[in-house]
């Protein structure tokens, strides 16, 4: 079917639906489902703008980029981005701090402080690596060798106390 000038007539009721994913850009917000589920487990991703508070199990890679106030069981790992900050309590496998961290911090593996990095409160850690400007503000305590997977509280030994 044509018009008078000869140009085909098209319908305008039927027009497909294009998916347009927008780019993840670097150093942009993170964009997809905020609990993936990967072959390694559940992610857990708190976007840069996103605000989270309450208690967080069962997640064993949790990214931080926004801001969360919570208390952190059963999980493996925690990263938190030069852009996020992390209230509260964690207990778990390994950490990698960019951003800040204030609370109860026990890591029964390593605890990676960035450049960036600043953690204050309690800290426990297995092992330790800290780049050139990441700081350390609190107590900080070195685990035990061989640590169960429920950690309890160290007692730092005072000079002359009898043990």
């Given at each position: ?133 990441g700081q350390l503000v609190g107590t900080v305590e070195v685990l035990p060798a061989g ?17």
């Amino acid at each position: 079917m044509a018009n008078e000038e000869g140009t085909p007539i098209t319908s305008s009721a039927f027009r497909p639906e294009i998916t347009r994913r927008l780019p993840d850009l670097p150093g942009g917000p993170m964009r997809g489902n905020l609990l993936e589920t990967t072959e390694n487990g559940n992610k857990l991703i708190v976007g840069r703008d996103i605000v989270l508070n309450g208690q967080i199990t069962a997640c064993d890679q949790l990214v931080v980029e926004g801001r969360v106030e919570a208390a952190l069981e059963n999980s493996q790992s925690i990263e938190i981005a030069e852009t996020g900050v992390f209230k509260g309590s964690a207990v778990i496998e390994e950490a990698t701090i960019s951003g800040n961290f204030e609370g109860s911090l026990t890591v029964r593996g390593e605890l990676t402080v960035k450049a960036t990095g600043r953690i204050e409160g309690e800290i426990r850690y297995g092992k330790l690596c800290i780049e050139s400007g990441g700081q350390l503000v609190g107590t900080v305590e070195v685990l035990p060798a061989g640590t169960a997977a429920s950690v309890t509280p160290v007692r730092p030994a005072t000079i002359g106390e009898d043990n």
